[in-house]
């Protein structure tokens, strides 16, 4: 057993799989994916999280593979726990294995639930930059479905390796029906600024190295800057282990899972790189007059008024660059060659 809610990480991974039909819709590189197949394989649960019929991400219990689907990718919106922990310490009871994948808030409440964390419990948290409450995105869904006049969609996503990363993007059927890049999408980019976290979220107790997860993954940033990296830079995990439990399951998944691609790295260059794992000094300074604004006034006219500052600025950096670009070529083009 062991109680104590964050652990120093042992080890360190960079992380992908090669299975491209696999990790298509995953949010990075596919390791929770896997780590879930990999509990399924023996037996066990995974409780993870999926979207319902009204666009609110909430938590799963997935005993066979073809749940696994609903689960890929990440839905930045906050998740709603219900009845989770007590289906968990259940479960628990008479199941093999258990993995909980979760916020890292989440997983250090499922141990103060249960007291204890038993050898049965797996869990991997994921590095977290926060979430908006969720009826932040079911209002900016309906508003965009009425927008642009789009009857059904069956999800929604933010992240993959389907060409659409850092995009929103609405799907009815596999058929694409809105696209709009973050940092031009007011909820995407009210997200990625900040301003529409969680209060609980601006000033994080979990935004550290130590983690609550036996399993921690995230986004490699900065993956070969300080050592030289021979495999994919692009949209690659990193995955930190906090238990020997966990260090024996990364070993016995790189052998079940040939294209899972996996090669050790320094904790110090996780850590360089990702500002999830660095202590969260400051709140986003609009944030509270934001929450104010939007029961005010509702999500939609908030949004547009806070957030329009921020996208103006981004199309005329994206302005700049091209003009940019062009002076370059015309340049070469008009210079003398010699
Ligand atoms: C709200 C949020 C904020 C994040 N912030 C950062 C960050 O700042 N930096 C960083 O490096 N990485 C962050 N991540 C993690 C990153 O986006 C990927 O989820 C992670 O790299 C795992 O990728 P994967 O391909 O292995 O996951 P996949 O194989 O695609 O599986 C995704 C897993 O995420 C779980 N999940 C999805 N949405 C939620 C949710 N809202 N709450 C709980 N669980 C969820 C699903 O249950 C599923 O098990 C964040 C994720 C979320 C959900
Ligand atoms: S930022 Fe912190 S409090 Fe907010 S969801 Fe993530 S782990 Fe939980």
Known sequence: MQSKLLSTPRRCFAVWCEDHTERKQCASGGFVTLLSRYVLFRGGVVYGVRYNETWQAVYERVDNESMLQYLKGSKYTHSKIN????????????????????????????????????????????????TPPSSYLTEEIEYLKKRHKIKEIDDI?????????????????????????AQAQYYFSAFLDGISLRDACQTCAYARLERSGDFSTGDFIGLGHSKPFTGPLYNTSVVLTTSVHADEIMAQMSLEFPYLQCQERSIEEAYQGNPALKIRRQAHKHSRSFHQA????????????????????YYLKQLYIKCHHIAHLMKKTLMPQR
């Open 294 to 313: 939007v029961k005010k006034y509702g999500w939609v006219k908030a949004s547009r008024y806070y957030q329009t500052p921020s996208i103006i600025k």
């Open 83 to 130: 009845d989770t922990y007590r289906r968990i310490q259940e479960d628990l009871k008479h199941l093999p294995l258990v993995l909980f994948v979760g916020l890292p808030c989440q997983v250090a409440s499922l141990y103060q639930f249960l007291g204890e964390k038993p050898d049965n419990l797996l869990t991997c948290d994921l590095f977290c930059h926060g």
């Open 157 to 181: 996503r933010f992240r993959g390796n389907d060409g659409h990363n850092y995009y929103l993007t609405l799907w009815n059927q596999g058929q694409l029906l809105y696209r709009k890049k």
